[in-house]
């Protein structure tokens, strides 16, 4: 999971880009709900953005997005994987 803003490196947020971004695409093809899908979207966008950028000021509020989209995703896939092996 994503570190904190002041943690991160230029390689940590390009990391952490591709975390978002492997996530968004997994979301995609396990169908998840479309709030979901745009937050994902929203995170990986911004994220991939930063890495041009790394000290922006508004680097603080995306990656608090951005690991909350990862959150919500994680939390829905694991409730989906219980349904599916109940």
């Known amino acids: 999971m994503a570190q904190r803003?002041?943690?991160?490196?230029?390689?940590?947020?390009?990391r952490f880009h591709r975390e978002v971004a492997d996530a968004l695409d997994?979301?995609?093809?396990?169908?998840?709900?479309?709030?979901?899908?745009r937050k994902l979207a929203a995170a990986s966008g911004f994220t991939e953005a930063l890495r041009e950028v790394p000290k922006h000021a508004l680097m603080g509020g995306i990656v608090?997005?951005?690991?909350?989209?990862?959150?919500?995703?994680?939390?829905?896939?694991?409730?989906?994987?219980?349904t599916i092996v109940a």
Do not use: F, H, M, Y
């Open 5 to 14: 803003e002041s943690d991160l490196t230029v390689e940590g947020l390009a």
């Open 26 to 37: 997994l979301a995609i093809a396990a169908d998840a709900p479309l709030p979901l899908l």
């Open 64 to 82: 608090s997005e951005a690991t909350a989209a990862l959150a919500e995703w994680q939390k829905w896939r694991n409730e989906r994987r219980a």
